[in-house]
C-alpha cells in the first residue's frame, strides 16, 4: 500500500526557515502529482503548495508564495516543502498528500494518499 512518511517540522523562531522531507513508497512516485496541506487548531485543512509529476508545475496558496518553495525528486521518491520567513501563523500540522494523477489542484479530494502530519510551531 501506499506510504508517505514526513519529517522535519520542529519549532523555530519567527522569521527562521524549516524544510519539511515526505518520503513515498508502495507505488510508481514518478507518476503522480504531489501536495503539502496544513491544518491549524480548529481551523479546517488547507492547501499550501502541489508540484506536478515531473516538477515542471508548481502551485501555491497565497499565504504562503514566495516564501515557500515545493520540489520533488523522484530518484528519492521524496518532496520537499523548504519554508522561509516563517510566521506564526504558519503554525500547524503539515501533511503530505499523494494525488491522483499527473497534476492535482487545491482540493484535498483530489488527493487519496496522506501521511501522518508533522507538527511546525513558529513561536512570536
Known amino acids: 500500500q501506499v506510504q508517505l512518511v514526513e519529517s522535519g517540522g520542529g519549532l523555530v523562531q519567527a522569521g527562521g526557515s524549516l524544510r519539511l522531507s515526505c518520503a513515498a513508497s508502495g507505488r510508481t512516485f514518478s507518476r503522480y502529482a504531489m501536495g503539502w496541506f496544513r491544518q491549524a487548531p480548529g481551523k479546517e485543512r488547507e492547501f499550501v503548495a502541489v508540484?506536478?509529476?515531473?516538477?515542471?508545475?508548481?502551485s501555491y496558496a497565497d499565504s504562503v508564495k514566495g516564501r515557500f518553495t515545493i520540489s520533488r525528486d523522484n530518484a528519492k521518491n521524496t518532496v520537499y516543502l523548504q519554508m522561509n520567513s516563517l510566521k506564526p501563523e504558519d503554525t500547524a500540522v503539515y501533511y503530505c498528500?499523494?494525488?491522483?494523477?499527473?497534476?492535482?489542484?487545491?482540493?484535498?479530494?483530489?488527493?487519496?494518499?496522506w501521511g501522518q502530519g508533522t507538527q511546525v510551531t513558529v513561536s512570536s
Open positions: 508540484i506536478s509529476w515531473d516538477g515542471g508545475s508548481t
Open positions: 498528500a499523494g494525488g491522483r494523477s499527473y497534476y492535482s489542484g487545491s482540493d484535498y479530494s483530489h488527493y487519496p494518499y
